[in-house]
């Protein structure tokens, strides 16, 4: 007959993503002419607990290579952009942020430039992404326990495993050449 224990673990107790699709603007000195190019890098976040919700605070780097003086010269403006998203992840099991909750934060999609245009001195662009997040919690499992003892395994002791080895007449070492 079994019975049951609880254990006390950590686990995921929550779990969300969101997509994000955000329009930003950089005004340059030159009046641009074309887009030649946008590109994302040093993407950086961290979660933390606010109250029932998860906040995110990230940044990355934005890139804008562009031509001016009627395509006859080019420059890259970068620029760096600080978001502060909040998330209201569902918690499994009547668990709750505490103090001791762990948040963790993936990007599913990195930030990506969608769309680029000039009016004037004024670039705007368009930036997509998806985040993830996890809240790790304490949470209690309740786990069948049996009575009754498995069965002990019999051992042989290293010199019968020496002997077995003895027993071997001839190694055939052009065995797998003939199969």
Known sequence: MAFYKEIVTKAVVGKGKKYFKNNYS????????????????????KGYK???????????????WYSYDNDSKTSVINKNISYNDIFNVKVRDDATLSNDTDIIVRSLKQPTCL???LEN?????????????EIVGETKMKIA????????DELTSD???DESLNDIDEIDENYLEKH
């Not at 950089?26 to 976040?45: A, M």
């Not at 001195?121 to 997040?133: P, R, T, Y």
């Open 145 to 152: 326990v049996e009575e009754d003892e498995e069965p002990w």
């Open 121 to 133: 001195n004024i670039i705007s662009f368009d930036i997509e992404k998806e985040l993830g997040v």
């Open 115 to 117: 769309d680029v245009k």
């Open 26 to 45: 950089i005004e340059v000195q030159d009046k641009p002419s074309t887009i030649l190019g946008c590109w994302i890098i040093n993407h950086k976040f």
């Open 50 to 64: 606010v109250e029932n919700k998860v906040g995110v605070d990230g940044s990355f780097d934005i890139n804008i």
């Open 159 to 161: 010199s019968d495993i």
